[in-house]
Each structure stands twice: as C-alpha cells, then as structure tokens.
C-alpha cells in the first residue's frame, strides 16, 4: 500500500481495529478525553499486521500527529524491528518507504516531495532512534 483511503475518528481501539477489519486503507484515530490518543492501521507492506502508534504528548517518545485537509501525518519514521522489517514515513495519508538501513533522514532523496525533505529536516534527530523503532502491534 502506498496511501490510506480514509481517516476516521473513534473512541477505543476495539472501533478500530473494527473499521479496519472493514477497510484495510482505513487509518483510525482513537479520541479520549478530547485527544488524539493512539493512531491505529494495517502495516502498509500487507504482513497484515495492526500498528497501535501512541501520539498522546503526554506519553514518553510519542509520535507527532499532524491531521489537517492533506491528512494524516506521523513523525518520525516507523520502523519495525520484528515481524515484517517495515520502515517508513505516513506523510499526509501517502507511505514513504525507508531504506531498512537508514539511520539518517533521507532528506536529499529528490524522488520526495520538497515540503516532506522540509519538514523531515525540521523535525532533527529523532528518525531511526531506538525509542521509535519497535512499535506496539497486533496480528489482524
């Protein structure tokens, strides 16, 4: 999968993992007391494999979320240390693959958009580090 379809907003990841169970492409945003909590959706590369990612700031090396008109945005990268190896950026709702290699931004790859290396540059140090590799995930 290179893109998410849709984005919907729930309130336990039971709803989630429901709505994906429906629709692969879906991306799930689980909502508790008035914030994004854990973004929830079927690994991209099709191990079929669900990721639980924390986004709650409140919550030790949480991933940002960005979630506007282009969609969903996580930073930084995701990468798998177990199961199927995946790394990538989920990049306005689009699958931007990482060499499982890459300890470093890929920011100078031209084949990524200009405001993706942008914000990949802003965003500093915090790709490939060990307190974002290893995420929470469950067979489907």
């Not at 799930?28 to 191990?47: E, I, K, L, S």
């Amino acid at each position: 999968r290179d893109r998410f379809a849709a984005v919907i907003r729930v309130h336990t990841h039971a709803d989630a993992r429901a709505a994906i169970s429906r629709d692969p492409s879906t991306v799930a945003v689980v909502w508790r007391r008035g914030r994004a909590r854990t973004v929830v959706f079927a690994c991209p590369d099709g191990c079929t494999e669900i990721l639980a990612i924390a986004v709650d700031p409140d919550v030790p090396n949480a991933w940002r979320l960005r979630w506007d008109a282009h969609g969903v945005t996580l930073l930084p990268s995701i990468w798998r240390t177990s199961g199927c190896q995946a790394h990538f950026i989920l990049w306005e709702q689009r699958v931007w693959w990482c060499s499982p290699l890459d300890a470093e931004w890929p920011v100078d790859d031209p084949r990524w958009p200009a405001a993706l290396r942008h914000e990949l540059e802003a965003f500093g140090d915090g790709f490939g580090s060990a307190a974002h590799q290893e995420t929470r995930s469950s067979g489907a």
